[in-house]
């Protein structure tokens, strides 16, 4: 398993440790300059590997602007080996909607919109030889179509610029139940072999009911949910890497339940899932069904039983086991075959009759 852990500012006033199984840490600009950019990290984070994690960018925006900001921003990061990605918020233009009071502005996908990201991915490429990760970071989406077709566009994107993705479940979770759909749907349109990183995280509710991302809470029941259900379905590849983003500053205070989150992790990560029971009980919920078809279409099956001096299901239990020796395909049916598979069935009644006279000899 890979476990990372986003930046908290208290690992640099040492009131706060990563957790000891992290290898991987996400941070963004402020703490790389203050921490990274002069190689002198404290000796608890020297020997973790990095990811440059971005908020607000240009990815949507004019080439001007995203010249400028890769040139400002990015130059420096090419030589630095210990920054293994970049991660960037799929994210509107940076002065629209909420992105007008400094946030990650919302995403909604138009095709300019998807030709500049896919243009500005391959540019930061180019530019760090870096991979450069992708993250759903919409909240709230004007509709479940808009929602939708959001990821339609946020899989072309990393399709065509050969990105990869990072799936933040607390986010996707928010933005389906504040559309009032389950999030279940949302995670059918994920490619999953293009995923390197999911994201854990809290989810608050306010005081309307709206739901909003939560970095100072414990990870949501819900995302423990959904990530063991990616998990029975083997959907998450071996090498994905899983990152609880505890940054607030308030951890420094909740230490135990800052850990407490990286050890379910760790236990759920470890824990077995076995095959469905249900799958091994198909013969018997067949033959179950096979015999009370039967019981319908043969009037004086109880004659029989009696005749043999067995009682009715002991005799079908026998015509069962007479069923599985032979070698012949049972038809409910005779409708539906054609004569290639004809040849090798015959119709259940008429197995019963056969059965029924060769216990007679």
């Known amino acids: 398993m890979k476990l990372a852990c986003s930046y908290n500012h208290h690992f640099y ?47 949507t925006e004019s080439l001007q602007n995203q010249t400028t900001f890769i040139e400002e921003k990015l130059s420096n990061i090419r030589s630095d080996e210990r920054v293994v990605s970049i991660g960037f918020h799929l994210c509107g233009e940076r002065d629209t909607n909420i992105g007008q009071f400094g946030f990650s502005s919302h995403y909604s996908g138009t095709p300019e919109r998807e030709r500049n990201a896919i243009g500005f991915i391959r540019r930061v490429q180019e530019s760090t030889q870096k991979e450069v990760w992708l993250e759903n970071a919409n909240f709230y989406s004007s509709s479940a179509p808009e929602l939708i077709a959001n990821w339609r566009s946020f899989n072309r994107i990393v399709e065509k610029s050969k990105a990869k993705s990072i799936i933040d479940i607390s986010h996707l979770i928010i933005d389906c139940e504040n559309n009032g759909i389950e999030s279940s749907m949302a995670i059918g349109f994920i490619n999953w072999s293009a995923v390197t990183e999911l994201h854990l995280s809290g989810i608050i509710e306010g ?12 990870v949501h029941p819900r995302v423990w949910e959904i990530l063991e259900q990616l998990l029975k379905a083997k959907l998450i590849d071996t090498s994905i890497i899983y990152n609880i983003e505890h940054s607030d500053e308030n951890w420094a205070e909740q230490k135990d339940a800052y850990n407490d989150d990286f050890h379910k992790l760790k236990v759920l990560l470890n824990k077995s899932f076995i095959e469905g029971e249900k799958s091994k009980q198909a013969t018997l919920y067949a033959t179950g069904y096979l015999k009370k078809l039967l019981i319908q279409e043969v009037e004086n099956i109880e004659e029989i039983a009696c005749f043999f001096n067995m009682t009715r299901a002991e005799l079908l239990e026998e015509w069962t086991t007479y069923i599985s020796q032979s070698q012949k395909r049972l038809a409910l049916s005779l409708d539906d075959m054609d004569s290639v598979i004809a040849s090798k069935s015959i119709h259940f009644i008429d197995s019963f009759s056969n059965f029924v006279e060769a216990k007679q000899l």
């Open 13 to 59: 006033t040492g009131r706060l440790f990563p957790n000891k199984e992290v290898r991987f840490l996400e941070l963004g600009f402020r703490a790389y300059n203050k921490i990274f950019s002069q190689d002198n990290p404290p000796h608890y984070l020297k020997d973790l590997n990095l990811s440059l994690h971005i908020s607000r960018s240009p990815i």
């Open 207 to 218: 005081k309307d009911g709206t739901l909003h991302d939560g970095h100072g809470s414990k």
